[in-house]
Each structure stands twice: as C-alpha cells, then as structure tokens.
C-alpha cells in the first residue's frame, strides 16, 4: 500500500510517496497526495536527515531505500543519470550517446521528464546542448537552486534561461525606445510601428540566441579578444567572430584595437548598466523564491 510523508526543509516542501518502507516518489511540491500518512517514523527520520544535509552541503548523496516503477528504457536513462558527478552535467544528446544511439535524445527527455525521485536521481543535472537549462517538473527555479546548492559554477553566477533574456530584452527595449521618442520629436512623421519593426523585433531576434547572452556575460566583466572568447566559451574563432559582428550590428557591442590585439567590449555605459540591472533582477527574483 502506497503511503505518504511531507518535509519541509530550507523553503523547501517535499512530497515523499513511499510503498513497503522503499521510497518510489520524491517531488517539491505543495500538493498532497491522498494518502495515508506513512507511520514508520525509522524511515521519515532516515529520509530527512540525508536531503537535510543535502540541503545543507554536507552530503553528496541519497542513500535511502527506494524502488522504481518504470520501464526498462526509463531505467536505464536513470542509471546513467546516477553516474552523473556531483556538481557537474550533461545533456540530453550525452545521455542518447552513452545508451549507444545519438537519436533517442527525445526518448531521453521524455524519461528524464518523468523521474519520479528528484534528487534522489538527479535529473536537474541534465542541461541543454547549447548550455541552457532545458526543463524540470518542478520548476526551472527550483532546477536552478538544486545547481547552486552543488555549487555548479555554470549557473552559480548567472544563469542562462529564457526569464533572464526576457528580463533582459525588456530593460533594453525600454533604453531604444527611449531614445527613439527623442528621435520622434525632431521627426515627427516617423511611423512608429515601422520603428518597432526594425529596431525591437531584430533585438529580440538577436538576443534569442544563448550564445550571444553568454558573450555579453563575459564583457560584461572585461574587454576580451576573440581568442579569449574562443578559450572561454570552447567555441570556435570563426563562430566567435560571427557573433560579434552580430551584436556589433545592434551596437551593444565595440572594438578598440590595442596593438596586434583587437578587444571587444559592451559598447557604452548604457548597455553596462542594463545588463547588470538584468542580472540584480534575477538574482531579487531567486531570493525571493
């Protein structure tokens, strides 16, 4: 018989399912299931001190009894999700690959999208190919602090998600926009739908690509080159190059050249200060979650 018990630890409310004193279901949730509350107080104990000190940094890893109820293609994406170190990821297309065919990476998501123990198997450390988070049963939110909590440093600092680039295009549009009402008072017979068609649209066009909010990110902090970009990103230097030429065409990026040397940069202040509001939103947002 199928039994349930709830935890609440670090603003973190879990659901836990269990059946013959083996744990079958992990979820943070706040719904419960209608269930019997489980009485063996041995296993509610053992359950919560190891995701306490999960929670707290000071364990790795789950070692309560659980049981799966799934298929075999299911079990054997989980496997290969338990092998995943902590503190590291891979992708979908990682995981294809080391069950021997690259074209089941929808397969592996859709396993991966129905783990029924988070944590336990660790599915918020499978990411996207292009770096970006991919999605998450219980919320991208909480997908991004199960990361930070095993210090990830990919998304310690700033985390590359659709919510940031929004944040992000939103503050921006608001500087262009700003500054085309300026335009509009010497130009008064200035169609303004015309205006949003070609400065709005190809900004969010432009910013819809991950690699280039992670160029941003890195001049946000300094000035770099195409090879240090190149270094930073494992990117290569032609695509590099591309990229920029691409941001340089919505100047929100600049060249200075420095000897033999060409460094790339945020083009003003402004974007400097949109992009750091950006990430202070973000970061607002995450700790008031």
């Keep these: 018989m199928n039994k349930y018990f709830e935890l609440n630890i670090n603003n973190y409310n879990l659901i836990v399912i269990t059946n013959n004193n083996k744990v079958i279901s992990l979820d943070i949730s706040n719904k419960k299931p209608n269930l019997i509350y489980e009485d063996n107080k041995e296993l509610i104990k053992l359950v919560e001190t190891e995701l306490t000190n999960y929670f707290n940094k000071t364990n790795k890893t789950l070692n309560f009894?659980?049981?799966?109820?799934v298929t075999d293609f299911q079990l054997k994406v989980y496997n290969e999700l338990l092998k995943i170190p902590y503190g590291e990821t891979k992708t979908y297309e990682d995981i294809a690959i080391s069950l021997g065919d690259k074209k089941k990476v929808r397969a592996v998501?859709?396993?991966v999208s129905k783990n029924p123990l988070l944590i336990k198997i660790p599915c918020h450390r499978i990411v996207r190919?292009?770096?970006?988070?991919?999605?998450f049963s219980s919320g991208i939110n909480n997908k991004i602090k199960l990361l930070n909590i095993e210090d990830n440093?990919?998304?310690k600092t700033w985390v590359f998600s659709s919510f940031f680039i929004f944040i992000y295009c939103v503050v921006i549009c608001k500087f262009i926009l700003y500054n085309t009402y300026e335009q509009l008072i010497i130009w008064k017979d200035i169609d303004m739908n015309k205006i949003l068609e070609s400065k709005v649209s190809k900004l969010f066009k432009t910013?819809?690509?991950p690699t280039r909010i992670k160029i941003l990110y890195l001049l946000n902090d300094k000035a770099l080159t195409v090879t240090e970009i190149h270094t930073k990103l494992n990117m290569s230097q032609t695509a590099v190059s591309h990229q920029l030429k691409v941001l340089r065409d919505i100047n929100l990026v600049k060249a200075k050249r420095d000897g033999k040397n060409i460094y790339y940069s945020l083009a003003d202040s402004h974007v400097y200060e949109i992009f750091n509001q950006a990430i202070e939103h973000v970061s607002e947002d995450e700790c008031n979650e």
């Design 65 to 69: 009894p659980y049981e799966l109820n």
């Design 109 to 111: 998501g859709n396993a």
């Design 129 to 135: 190919k292009d770096g970006s988070l991919g999605g």
């Design 153 to 155: 440093y990919q998304y």
């Design 207 to 209: 910013l819809s690509d």
